[in-house]
């Protein structure tokens, strides 16, 4: 029995891409994308990405890769050591704020990082789900689908946008889509497919919901 709470526990404390991307709210590709550059600590299961609960704690700065705050020294000194605190706090956080400027205690944390057009649009499309500006978060879909067929990103938002409209129909079509791309797409992980075909088929089984619930009316 304690081996098997144990398991339990381990497992989890295991997050999927999609369940990771899911609270940072990111694209499932953009951990994949950190995962295989060692941004974020992970590991394989069989052909599956994982990530521990603590290393994304980690990863957001809740854990041990915050840095100590500096000894009282000289003020030249000081300064020189102050400066190298914010160097490292920038470089922690740049693969989570962007290209976003930060104000923390006063100070800017400007990211080591370059401009990634992608993550910005894929990203805009939440916030404008968020505002409740579908037209404007439709538009932005149809930019990603036009301007980068080759990510998942452009069908993933568009299904959000047509879940968020009402437009249970289109929302499946497109989280299946999502589906096909990422089984026939190299470098995805497999539990990236379930997630997309699960929520197709969750849609699917409300929209019969409500149709069985029309009929009877």
């Excluded at 304690?2 to 891409?17: F, Q, R």
Aim: glycine share 6%; hydrophobic share 35%; aromatic share 6%.
């Amino acid at each position: 029995m304690e081996n098997g709470s144990k398991v339990s526990n381990d497992n989890a404390n295991l997050l999927t891409p999609s369940e990771v991307a899911a609270r940072l709210k990111v694209s499932p590709r953009t951990v994949v994308v950190w995962l295989q550059d060692g941004k974020l600590a992970g590991m394989k299961v069989g052909k599956s990405w994982r990530v521990r609960l603590e290393d994304l704690e980690a990863f957001l700065g809740r854990g041990p890769r915050w840095p100590e705050p500096p000894a009282p020294q000289e003020p030249q000194s000081r300064a020189t050591d102050l400066q190298e605190q914010w160097t490292q706090l920038r470089r922690h956080y740049a693969p989570l704020i962007g290209p976003k400027r930060v104000i923390c205690q006063g100070y800017p944390i400007v990211p080591f990082t370059d401009d990634d057009p992608l993550d910005d649009l894929s990203n805009s499309v939440l916030d404008l789900i968020a505002e409740g500006n579908l037209d404007r978060a439709e538009e932005v879909c149809q930019q990603l689908l036009a301007e980068y067929p080759d990510q998942i990103d452009g069908l993933e938002r568009t299904a959000k946008v047509a879940e968020a409209r009402g437009d249970l129909p289109r929302a499946i079509e497109y989280h299946r889509l999502a589906a096909d791309f990422a089984a026939t797409t190299e470098g995805f992980d497999p539990e990236v497919e379930r997630d997309f075909r699960a929520r197709g088929d969750a849609l699917e089984a409300r929209l019969r919901g409500e149709k069985g619930q029309t009929t009877e009316s």
